[in-house]
């Protein structure tokens, strides 16, 4: 156990994540931030907030081996489809089954972070938020599809704006539940946190939540018995909001199939059984955006997997 006290007058009132950040000059200030609020700092045995101002009796502790077990990042050569790169940033194809970055509970190895690292600006990484060097967005473990990753500072803070802004089109190809009745259209609900489940998003009155938009259009629709019936969609995202596509799915009553937390589970496990598919049917198929390198409007796409092109081909 690490154990720190002030040295002298001058540091009475400086706030707890600077003093840190003067005392361990191997970690930046939003490190130790994060520290702190995962209660790995102790102030008088207690935990405490990056703005408590330091009183000349206080007593700071911390394991220094946990700290450093914290932040360390174990760099994998895990080969990633990249599908475009400049000098600032790079989009891959992600996998689905692939979490985009560690967590403090979660994933630790083999995520994209781990597999990126090497490619990440040294002096960046060490000052990137805590775990996700690169990332700047994000789609779910079984989502697959393109990602954009930040190489450097400069570009991170560049693509956070940008979708922030709402500048970066983004659409997907997902197979739902049913036959819309409107062939395209706009989904505008706000999204928030499941009152009775706050691990589940939901669409929630706009007080409680964020504003969501999703936009829609019917490209193809299948018939598995004269009963059952599915639609391919395309879908472009207005806003990023947590899970968005799979609640607004779910919230218009055509949930995306195979999606094991918002559809409909007696019929995923009967589709699973009919094709074969063991995840959701949902991959982010094209971006536009203009590059901070190039200053040029940029398209990728990535085409279906094989897993959900099979089950296309299979349906009538």
Do not use: W
């Not at 702190?36 to 102030?43: D, E, S, T």
């Not at 036959?179 to 706000?190: M, T, V």
């Not at 074969?276 to 390198?293: D, E, N, V, Y």
Request: glycine share 4%; with cysteine; hydrophobic share 35%.
């Amino acid at each position: 156990m690490t154990i720190l006290k002030l040295k002298n007058q001058e540091q009475v009132g400086m706030r707890l994540d600077k003093f840190l950040s003067l005392e361990l000059k191997e970690y930046s200030r939003s490190h130790i931030q994060t520290f702190i609020k995962k209660g790995r700092i102790l102030v008088n045995d207690k935990p405490s907030k990056s703005s408590y101002p330091l009183l000349l009796k206080d007593v700071i502790k911390f394991n220094i081996l946990e700290i450093k077990q914290d932040s360390n990042l174990k760099e994998e050569n895990t080969e990633l489809t990249i599908i475009h790169e400049e000098k600032d940033f790079f989009v891959i194809d992600k996998p689905y089954g692939v979490v985009v970055h560690p967590s403090e509970t979660g994933y630790r190895t083999g995520t994209v972070v781990n597999s990126i690292l090497e490619k990440i600006d040294k002096k960046y990484r060490k000052d990137a938020e805590d775990l996700r060097p690169g990332i700047v967005h994000r789609l779910d473990k079984d989502t697959s599809g393109l990602l954009i990753i930040a190489k450097n500072k400069k570009s991170h803070d560049y693509f956070v704006e940008q979708f922030k802004l709402h500048k970066i089109k983004k659409y997907y190809l997902t197979l739902v539940y049913g036959i819309f009745e409107h062939k395209e259209g706009i989904i505008d609900s706000p999204i928030g946190r499941d009152i009775m489940n706050r691990k589940r998003m939901s669409v929630v009155a706009s007080r409680d939540g964020k504003e969501a938009l999703t936009v829609y259009k019917v490209l193809k629709e299948y018939n598995i018995d004269k009963n059952t019936h599915l639609s391919l969609i395309e879908i472009e995202l207005k806003t990023g909001r947590t899970h968005q596509i799979r609640v607004h799915m779910k919230a218009v009553n055509h949930p995306v199939i195979l999606d094991k937390v918002y559809g409909i589970r007696s019929f995923n496990e009967k589709f699973t059984k009919l094709y074969g598919l063991k995840r959701q049917f949902l991959h982010a198929c094209k971006m536009i955006f203009l590059s901070p390198t190039s200053k040029k409007i940029i398209t990728v796409e990535s085409k279906l997997p094989n897993d959900l092109d099979s089950v296309l081909k299979e349906l009538k």
